[in-house]
């Protein structure tokens, strides 16, 4: 069971970056994924969540309007598109699994079955 979360960097405010999360088949076919954030002295807090046969994508609303979700179900990798990001995206952001379908007061507690090790963003202003 492994998740490697990969694409950070830094980038300028209001410029882009996509984040990737390869997983182990097993792994990706876990019904729920997300992807975290924490940033120096705060806690891990949630930015997106995707389930299977959802059509839903959720956001925290921080994020919303800037940040995309989505899976590759054929490359087994979940993704974050970052657009217009902010200096206080500066975060290591972490791609997680739950095996079972999360209900929607679930998806935003950092309780998953499987974690990434992280992938530092840092955005210059």
């Known amino acids: 069971v492994q998740l490697q979360a990969s694409g950070g960097g830094l980038v300028q405010a209001g410029g882009s970056l996509r984040l990737s999360c390869a997983a182990s088949?097993?792994?990706?076919?876990?019904?729920?994924m997300a992807w975290f954030r924490q940033a120096p002295g705060k806690e891990r807090e949630f930015v997106a969540a995707?389930?299977?046969?959802?059509?839903?994508?959720y956001y925290a609303d921080s994020v919303k309007g800037r940040f995309t979700i989505s899976r590759d179900n054929g490359k087994n990798t979940l993704y974050l598109q970052m657009n217009s990001v902010k200096p206080e995206d500066t975060a290591v952001y972490y791609c997680?699994?739950?095996?079972?379908?999360?209900?929607?007061?679930?998806?935003?507690?950092?309780?998953?079955?499987?974690w990434g090790q992280g992938t530092q963003v840092t955005v210059s202003s």
């Open positions: 088949a097993l792994t990706f076919s876990a019904n729920t």
């Open positions: 997680a699994a739950n095996i079972n379908r999360l209900v929607l007061s679930g998806l935003t507690t950092p309780r998953y079955d499987y």
């Open positions: 995707i389930r299977r046969s959802d059509p839903n994508r």
